[in-house]
């Protein structure tokens, strides 16, 4: 009985421990622009969201530098959140938050926050 207590206190608190580490649900991974394949999802997501943007009528901005980027694991495939600097228009530097789905490509969602 002692083992079965201690064995599921056990799996209560990795489990716990975990789970603090993708509150989004998104497993962090390193940003790396020699990898053609997170590189090409970058450009797209961004490129959509700006295009997007424009189409609202929103300005162009500038892109400055990737800060984060999470993958999570979905049915069919994988969804890649990016956290981008940008400066669209006169406003100041800001952040773009974009998902980005890889098989087909598509955006799934983007906000500047």
Not at 7 to 33: D, E
Not at 63 to 87: C, K, L, P, R, T
């Amino acid at each position: 009985m002692k083992f079965f207590i201690a064995l599921v206190l056990s799996l209560a608190v990795f489990g716990f421990a975990s789970a603090q580490g993708t509150p989004s649900g998104y497993t962090p991974i390193q940003w790396n622009p020699h990898n053609t394949t997170l590189y090409n999802l970058e450009s797209y997501g961004s490129e959509m969201a700006q295009l997007d943007a424009i189409s609202q009528g929103g300005s162009e901005w500038v892109y400055f530098q990737v800060d984060s980027v999470g993958v999570q694991q979905v049915a069919n495939g994988n969804n890649y959140q990016f956290s981008v600097e940008i400066m669209p228009g006169v406003s100041g530097v800001k952040t773009l938050v974009f998902v980005v789905h890889d098989s087909p490509l598509s955006l799934l969602s983007w906000q500047i926050v």
